[in-house]
């Protein structure tokens, strides 16, 4: 790998985050009137006294540049502020759900990467009606988006057939897997389809291969090859679309939150949202863009370590 395409996916992540970082917070003075009052829950009469003092401790006063480096840097030593609505540090907030969060994307994860690898690697080493059948059932679980899944799956695994819980994250190893199992499933069903779809094609084009081909003619055990040669070589693109599947995990994980009330980050970003508890929104879609950054950035590594012919053709741009 070389090393100016790892200081260039470096240099792409930091400006892509304080890009995503001035936005944010410039999202702050995009509306009418005083951001203070959005910070206050959006009073139609707030206290002048309180909204002097929300100008003070948030800089709002200062040149733009500036409220923005003040607000930036206290993100960045795990300051986000304190929540007027929750009363309470939002830092803490934040604490108190991230565990939920992470629960939840780390079980779809783990569901995206066994069933969709597995899935597409069986039906392009298998062909025929298996690959027919896995085709179709994966591009249909690409089209169900994740609060259609949720609705089915609540209808028919705990309505119907009452076997998961359907609200709240658990408690202990168990209870939070039986209570997260819904949840993640439907969070990764749609990521299923394409990990599988994406799979499926690089093998089989792996399976055609002149490399392929020229192994199985000197003798080379059809294990080996498949080990060595198909599998290995299909690595890349399929790490690629994982990494990018993990990712839009990430960024979907709130629907699911709702959904099945686990209390996440997701569900907590939309409940100060809709008190324009613009504090709590502000820093959990900080910390949101930067996961979101960083996986995507460590999947361009992780695959051009796999495939160095990707990240020569790459630095070269």
Request: hydrophobic content about 50%; glycine content about 10%.
């Amino acid at each position: 790998m070389k090393l100016r395409f790892v200081a260039t996916r470096l240099a792409t992540l930091v400006v892509t985050v304080l890009a995503s970082s001035l936005a944010i917070y410039g999202a702050l003075f995009l509306t009418p009137g005083d951001p203070a009052t959005l910070l206050i829950g959006g009073s139609r009469n707030p206290d002048p006294g309180v909204l002097e003092r929300i100008h003070r401790e948030h800089h709002l006063d200062d040149p733009f540049l500036a409220g923005y480096w003040h607000w930036l840097s206290g993100c960045l030593q795990g300051d986000f502020g304190t929540s007027l609505v929750y009363r309470d540090s939002v830092a803490d907030l934040i604490g108190a759900r991230a565990g939920d969060t992470v629960a939840l994307v780390a079980y779809a994860s783990v569901l995206v990467l066994l069933v969709g690898t597995f899935t597409g690697t069986v039906a392009a080493l298998r062909g025929g009606r298996t690959e027919t059948l896995a085709t179709t059932l994966t591009a249909g679980a690409m089209a169900v988006p994740t609060f259609l899944m949720s609705v089915l799956l609540i209808w028919v695994f705990a309505v119907r057939l009452p076997w998961f819980p359907v609200y709240g994250s658990g408690e202990g190893f168990t209870g939070t897997l039986a209570h997260l199992t819904l949840p993640a499933l439907a969070l990764a069903v749609t990521w299923i389809g394409y990990v599988a779809q994406v799979t499926r094609t690089a093998v089989r084009a792996e399976l055609r291969a002149e490399h392929v081909e020229t192994a199985r003619s000197r003798g080379v055990p059809e294990r080996t090859v498949i080990r060595r040669h198909v599998l290995h070589n299909a690595s890349g693109p399929v790490c690629a679309v994982s990494g990018v599947g993990i990712a839009g995990l990430i960024a979907t994980a709130a629907v699911a939150e709702q959904a099945f009330g686990t209390g996440g980050l997701g569900a907590l970003m939309i409940e100060a949202a809709s008190k324009q508890d613009m504090a709590v929104v502000q820093a959990v879609s900080l910390i949101f863009v930067v996961v979101f950054v960083v996986i995507n950035t460590a999947v361009d590594l992780t695959s051009a370590a796999l495939d160095p012919r990707a990240a020569a053709r790459k630095g070269t741009r």
